[in-house]
């Protein structure tokens, strides 16, 4: 319901309006890696499809080290809980206190590299 929230420029991949043919889009209009999606789904401790900053710090301090030995992030993506807040104030780029998938990912894509 609030998907217009955070996307101010309206990014949305790569194919113009114009084109042609339109590739199904995933649930939620935004292409996340598989990994990004799998983390944010790990992290989002009550399903509600947003991760808080409490979410953040409380999923990562139970899961971290969990996920770290799946291969879900990187070891060294494992910090301590001002790691984690830091981590949720780089990512909340609209400041609404909260992370949605698209906000997650572009964060998440550009530290861990994947
Ligand atoms: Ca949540
Ligand atoms: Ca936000």
């Known amino acids: 319901m609030d998907q217009s929230l955070g996307n101010p420029d309206g990014v949305r ?3 113009s309006r114009t084109e ?5 889009l995933p649930t939620r209009g935004h292409v996340m890696s598989d990994k990004a999606r799998a983390l944010f789904d790990a992290l989002d401790l009550d399903h509600d499809g ?3 900053r409490t979410e953040v710090i ?3 301090r139970e899961k971290g080290p969990t996920l770290a030995a799946r291969g879900v992030i990187p070891f060294w993506g494992v910090g301590g809980d001002d790691a984690s807040a830091a981590l949720f104030d780089a990512a909340d780029q609209n400041g609404d206190r909260v992370l949605s998938p698209e906000e ?3 964060v998440v894509d ?3 590299g994947w």
């Not at 042609?20 to 199904?24: D, H, I, K, L």
């Open 110 to 112: 550009r530290r861990f």
């Open 13 to 15: 991949g790569v194919l």
């Open 58 to 60: 409380v999923a990562l």
């Open 50 to 52: 947003t991760l808080t």
């Open 20 to 24: 042609p043919y339109e590739a199904p």
């Open 104 to 106: 997650f990912a572009a």
